[in-house]
C-alpha cells in the first residue's frame, strides 16, 4: 500500500467561502432578493420581540406600550442597518437590539426612584427617560473608539488564534436562546428544528426552475408551517388547561400583539419625552456598550466569511463601530428600550441560504421600516411563538459558531502554545459567563454587589459576555504568551494583509464607501 500524500489528507487554507451562489457585491433577480430581504426580516423579529416582551411589563407598560417599543425597536433597527450596509462595514449585516444591554436596563428599571412610583404608565414614561439618557451618553464609547480609530489601533493586536474563540462564542455564547427555550414548548420546537435541517440540508438539491427553492427558502416555509400547525393547536384548545408558562410559550394570540397596535404609526425621536441623565446610569451602560462592541467584531468576521469576502480591514472595522455608535445614541433618542449590535441569526442565515448579497439586507431593513409603521401587518409576523425562532437559532448560531473555527486553517494547531490559548480561552469564555448566570438565577444579583450600582453593573456585564471574556483571555494569552518568534504559528503572515486598505487588492471592491465618498475619506 503506498504512503499517503500530504495534500490527500489536508485542504489549503482560503481567504474566502467557496460555493456561495451571491456573494457581497452580486445580487439575485430583485424578486428573489425580495423573498430572500423579507425572510431575514421575520427572522430579526425574533429578538426584536423578546427584549420588549421581557423588559417593558417590568417598567410597568402595557401592552400598547409593548408594541410601540418594538415598532420603534424595529424601525430603529431597519435605519441602521441601511446606514451600516451603505457608510459603516459595508458587510451584509442585520443591526438589532441587544441581548447585552439587559443588566444595566435592569439595574435602571430597580432604581428605588422609579420603583417607589405607584402609576404604572408613570414608572414606564420615566424608566424609559433613564434608559434613554444613559444610552445617549454611553453610544459615546463606540462613536470615539470607531471614529478615532483607536478601535482599529487595537485591532493590530489580534491574531487567528485570537479570534478564533472570540468569533467561535458570538455563536457558541448564545446556547441558552437555543435548546433551552426550545424545550419550553417541544411540540412545535423540536419539529421546527427537525423540519429547518431538512429542507436547508437534506432536501437543498430540489429546484423549481434551476432556483433551488428549499435551500433558500427554508426558513419562511418551516416556519409557515410550524406557525400554521401551531395556530390550529391554539385554536383547537390542546392549550386551554395547560399551565401559564406553556401557553405563553405555545400559543400563537399570548402576545397581545395584533389586538393592541395601531394601523399606522410613525416612530419619532423624543416620543416618549426627554432624556434624563444619570451618571451612574451612564457608567453601567458603557459597559454593556462595550460588549456590544466586541460582540460585533467577531460577527462581522463572521459576516465577512460567509458573504465570501476578504476579513474587514482595521480603517473599514472602526468606521462600522463609529457608525454602530450613532446607531445606539438613535436608539436612545427614539426611545427602543435597548442598544444595537449585529443581529448573530442573520449572519447565520448567510451561510444556511449562501447568499451573502448586500442589496438583500438592505431590502429587509426596508421591510423593517415599513413594517414598523403599519402596526397590524408588523404585529401579525410578530405573534410567532418565540420557540419557533429559538428552534432556528439552535442551527443558525452553531454555523456563526463554526464560521470562528474555520479560522483556525491559518494557523498552526499542532502548536501546544495555541491549543492552551484556543482551549483555555473557549472554556473559560463559556464557564466565567455561567457562573455569573448561575449566581445571579439564585442570589437575584450579581456577583459583583458592592455599594456602587455602577460598577456592579460594569463587572457583571463584561463577565457575563462569553464572546468578551474569551477576547480578554485570548488576547492577552496570545501577546503574552511565547510571543517571540510564533508569528508564523499564530497565522500572522495571512492575518497581516488584510490590516490595511491597500494590503488586499480585493479589499476595493467589497469595502469602497458609495457615491464616491472615498475622495472625501480616504481609507487608510
Not at 439618557?133 to 480609530?149: D, F
Amino acid at each position: 500500500m503506498s504512503d499517503i500524500k500530504p495534500e490527500e489528507i489536508s485542504h489549503p487554507p482560503m481567504d474566502q467561502l467557496q460555493g456561495f451562489e451571491y456573494c457581497i457585491d452580486s445580487n439575485p433577480s430583485w424578486g428573489e432578493a425580495i423573498a430572500l430581504g423579507f425572510q431575514h426580516y421575520i427572522l430579526a423579529l425574533g429578538t426584536a420581540v423578546m427584549i420588549p416582551t421581557f423588559l417593558v411589563p417590568l417598567m410597568g407598560g402595557s401592552d400598547d406600550d409593548k408594541v410601540r417599543v418594538v415598532q420603534t425597536l424595529l424601525f430603529v433597527g431597519g435605519i441602521n442597518t441601511l446606514i451600516q450596509t451603505l457608510f459603516g462595514t459595508r458587510l451584509p449585516t442585520i443591526i438589532g437590539g441587544s441581548y447585552a444591554f439587559l443588566i444595566p436596563i435592569i439595574s435602571i428599571i430597580h432604581d428605588s426612584s422609579f420603583s417607589q412610583i405607584a402609576n404604572d404608565h408613570e414608572r414606564f414614561l420615566q424608566t424609559m427617560r433613564a434608559i434613554q439618557g444613559a444610552l445617549i451618553v454611553s453610544s459615546s464609547i463606540q462613536i470615539i473608539l470607531g471614529y478615532s480609530q483607536l478601535w482599529g489601533i487595537c485591532t493590530r493586536f489580534f491574531s487567528p488564534v485570537g479570534m478564533v474563540p472570540v468569533v467561535s462564542l458570538v455563536g457558541f455564547g448564545l446556547f441558552y436562546r437555543g435548546f433551552p427555550v426550545v424545550g419550553r414548548c417541544v411540540e412545535i420546537g423540536v419539529p421546527m428544528l427537525i423540519l429547518f435541517v431538512a429542507l436547508s440540508q437534506y432536501l437543498k438539491h430540489l429546484s423549481v426552475r434551476r432556483l433551488p427553492l428549499l435551500e433558500r427558502f427554508a426558513l419562511l416555509i418551516s416556519i409557515a408551517i410550524l406557525w400554521l400547525y401551531a395556530h390550529i393547536l391554539t385554536v383547537s384548545g390542546a392549550y386551554k388547561y395547560r399551565p401559564v408558562k406553556t401557553q405563553f410559550n405555545c400559543r400563537t394570540d399570548r402576545a397581545n400583539l395584533i389586538s393592541s397596535a395601531p394601523w399606522i404609526k410613525i416612530p419619532y425621536p423624543l416620543q416618549w419625552g426627554a432624556p434624563t441623565f444619570d451618571a451612574g446610569h451612564a457608567f453601567g451602560m458603557m459597559a454593556a456598550v462595550f460588549v456590544s462592541l466586541v460582540e460585533s467584531t467577531g460577527a462581522y468576521k463572521a459576516a465577512a466569511r460567509l458573504a465570501s469576502a476578504t476579513p474587514p480591514p482595521a480603517h473599514v472595522l472602526s468606521r462600522g463601530i463609529g457608525w454602530q455608535g450613532i446607531g445606539i445614541l438613535l436608539d436612545g433618542l427614539f426611545g427602543t428600550v435597548s442598544g444595537s449590535t449585529v443581529s448573530v441569526e442573520n449572519v447565520g442565515l448567510l451561510g444556511s441560504t449562501r447568499v451573502g448579497s448586500r442589496r438583500v439586507i438592505q431590502i429587509s431593513a426596508g421591510f423593517m421600516i415599513f413594517f414598523s409603521i403599519l402596526g397590524k401587518f408588523g404585529a401579525l409576523f410578530a405573534s410567532i411563538p418565540f420557540t419557533i425562532f429559538a428552534a432556528v437559532y439552535c442551527i443558525l448560531f452553531g454555523l456563526v459558531a463554526a464560521v470562528g473555527l474555520s479560522f483556525l486553517q491559518f494557523t498552526n494547531m499542532n502548536s501546544m502554545r495555541n491549543l492552551f490559548i484556543v482551549g483555555v480561552s473557549i472554556f473559560l469564555g463559556l464557564s466565567i459567563p455561567e457562573y455569573f448566570f448561575s449566581y445571579t438565577e439564585s442570589a437575584n444579583r450579581g456577583p459583583a454587589h458592592t455599594k456602587a450600582e455602577w460598577f456592579n453593573d460594569y463587572i457583571n456585564t463584561i463577565f457575563s459576555s462569553p464572546a468578551t471574556v474569551a477576547l480578554i483571555v485570548s488576547v492577552f494569552l496570545d501577546n503574552t504568551l511565547d510571543f517571540k518568534d510564533t508569528a508564523r504559528d499564530r497565522g500572522m503572515p495571512w492575518w497581516v494583509r488584510f490590516r490595511t486598505f491597500k494590503g488586499d487588492s480585493r479589499n476595493e471592491e467589497f469595502y469602497t464607501l458609495p457615491f464616491n465618498l472615498n475622495r472625501f475619506f480616504p481609507p487608510s
